[in-house]
């Protein structure tokens, strides 16, 4: 009797184990609601991704030195992005059923709007255009220039396919996106080049033709320069380092052989281009880098916010750092609200 017991009690842990598994591993669906302050203090997105749950949206608020979780879910949430007024976060769900929609958060209200219909699916690394009436997706192919880039309004009206391509970035004025293409769209082993489109008119320009496989394109503010990853792949296929560089429209410039990190801007000036943990002159040539890997600046460029063990830091330029933990895991650092 007294073993029968036994086992009784071990089949009731073990199905309580199973039942606290499932419970953390099955689907859920998107859960959000929480709002933030308006205020001149930083707030700064950033994705942390967990054992388990992946990816979770969350905002740092500087005010109150205390993190806000923007997402519940244990499916991916990638590739979020600021509007340019700072009251909408966009971002891409990846749930494991296949419909990984775009969805827009209105951070003042806790609005969550889909932005693309059922069905439409995988439209990753979405880009606000600058004055925030609508955005830009990529539908990756096998290689960069090999998928497709979608339009949207803002409020997910007019959804709308505008050329073969990957990795999108708007102009400064708004007419136009800088992308990849390949040069022969009918042709898989066709050159890729970085090429421009007008958004109203669907006119498509190469605007260089250069060696290697060409990624990530972004133009100055200025539109004199643009700044773009070369992808060097492995054996096996996968893209092992990246070397970010500077066109001027004449020559390419090595800004770093050793790049790993793909997000990169340039200042708001122009004057500087920055990227992981180094800032560098475009007129000096020189970079000044830190020993933080994973650095964005704040948008005046007075300030950076890094994350250090598990801690997001703000530094000002003088580096007197103020730190503050936020949830373990690896942290993606997306950017400081507008």
Sequence with gaps: ???????????????????????????????????????GAPQIA????????????????????????????????????????????????????????LYRYDVTNGELLRLTPQGFSDCSEPAWSPDGSRLVCDKPGN????GEIFLVQADGSGLTSLTRGSTPSWSADGSSLIFIARHDQNDPYSQRDIASINVDTGT?????????????????????????????????????????????GDKVTIVNDDYSYRIFAFSPNGAMLRFARC????????????????????????????VRHNEICILPLDMNEDCVRIPEGVVTLIGWRP
């Design 1 to 39: 009797m007294n073993q029968t017991r036994i086992w009784i009690l071990v089949g009731i842990a073990i199905s309580a184990v199973l039942l606290a598994v499932l419970f953390i591993l099955w689907p859920r669906g998107l859960v959000t609601g929480n709002t933030l302050a308006d205020g």
């Design 46 to 101: 950033f994705l942390v991704f967990q054992a388990g749950r992946l990816n979770e949206l969350y905002v740092y608020d500087d005010a109150t030195r205390a993190y806000i979780q923007i997402t519940r879910t244990n499916h991916r949430v990638r590739s979020a992005a600021w509007s340019p007024a700072g009251r909408y976060l966009v971002f891409h769900h990846d749930p494991p059923d296949g419909d990984s929609p």
């Design 143 to 146: 290689l960069p220039g090999d």
């Design 204 to 248: 498509v320009t190469i605007l260089a033709e250069l060696d290697g496989i060409e990624d990530r394109p972004k133009w100055s503010p200025d539109g004199r320069t643009i700044a773009f990853l070369e992808n060097h792949y492995g054996a096996w296929g996968g893209v092992e380092k990246q070397t970010l560089k500077l066109w001027d």
């Design 279 to 306: 800032e560098y002159d475009i007129a000096s040539a020189e970079a000044v880098c830190t020993s933080d890997l994973h650095t964005v600046y704040s948008p005046d460029g007075a300030q950076r916010a890094v």
